[in-house]
């Protein structure tokens, strides 16, 4: 378990992050963002660091959290579901917050631990996402 909420982790026989779990996601109080571990394993030139539970969910800073993303994944892709979860946690919302749970399955390269794709897998509320991101 990592991050302020105690999120679940599960590797691989690597060692590398393999899957990502959340029974029930929150959002931090924090204000600041907590600096993170930029080298991830396997991080090619153009890679960011990127969090499997974003900073605003209270997800770790180390590499418990941490794997190589494409930028257009970390910024983008998988940021547009990490936005929907924050939009459905809003307690400004209409209706108040909903309860977001997230699985997020990850196929690594085993001899770099650079994730190969991401199937993210997730419920608003009662209602189930399923989407598989390329890290490629």
Not at 72 to 85: F, G, H, P, R, T
């Amino acid at each position: 378990m990592a991050g302020e909420f105690d999120y679940i982790y599960t590797t691989d026989a690597n060692g590398f992050i393999s899957r990502f779990h959340a029974d029930e996601l929150h959002l931090t109080e924090r204000d600041e963002r907590l600096r993170h571990n930029p080298n991830t394993p396997g991080k090619e030139p153009d890679d960011h660091a990127g969090h499997l539970a974003g900073d605003r969910f209270g997800g770790s800073p180390d590499l418990d959290n941490l794997v190589s993303q494409l930028k257009d994944v970390n910024l983008s892709k998988y940021k547009k579901i990490e936005n929907e979860w924050a939009r459905a946690l809003d307690p400004k919302q209409p209706g108040g917050p909903k309860k977001v749970e997230v699985d997020v399955k990850i196929t690594n390269d085993p001899a770099t631990g650079r994730p190969i794709e991401f199937q993210v897998e997730y419920k608003i509320g009662e209602d189930y996402f399923k989407k598989t991101i390329p890290n490629s």
